[in-house]
């Protein structure tokens, strides 16, 4: 079992920045890439991005060139940093991390709102 606890989220204005958080814990050894997804009210779950064990990053167009999403393996931690904040930015982001069998787990979340 791989446990994942977010933070960072919270309520910014735009063109503002913030940078979550999401560390790890359990079977650690066994994540594979590690991704954030979001869920704005009404929508369905979306990537915005991925990363993978050795640090190959992935963005969904939406956010290309704002975002930048970082691992440290040492501290089992996945960040996102998070620039340029859009209102259509606002969403519940979750931390995923993927074994190597496929096995995924999801955080439980962190609200970030974008103020106009």
């Known amino acids: 079992q791989v446990q994942l606890v977010e933070s960072g989220g919270g309520l910014v204005q735009a063109g503002g920045s913030l940078r979550l958080s999401c560390v790890a814990s359990g079977r650690v050894f066994s994540i594979n890439g590690m991704a954030w997804y979001r869920q704005a009210p009404g929508k369905q779950r979306e990537l915005v991005a991925e990363i993978t064990r050795f640090g190959i990053p992935n963005y969904a167009d939406s956010v290309k060139g704002r975002f930048t999403i970082s691992r440290d393996n040492a501290k089992n931690t996945v960040y996102l940093q998070m620039n340029s904040l859009k209102a259509e930015d606002t969403a519940d982001y979750y931390c995923?991390?993927?074994?190597?069998?496929?096995?995924?787990?999801w955080g439980k979340g962190t609200l970030v709102t974008v103020s106009s």
């Open positions: 995923n991390a993927k074994e190597i069998n496929g096995m995924a787990y």
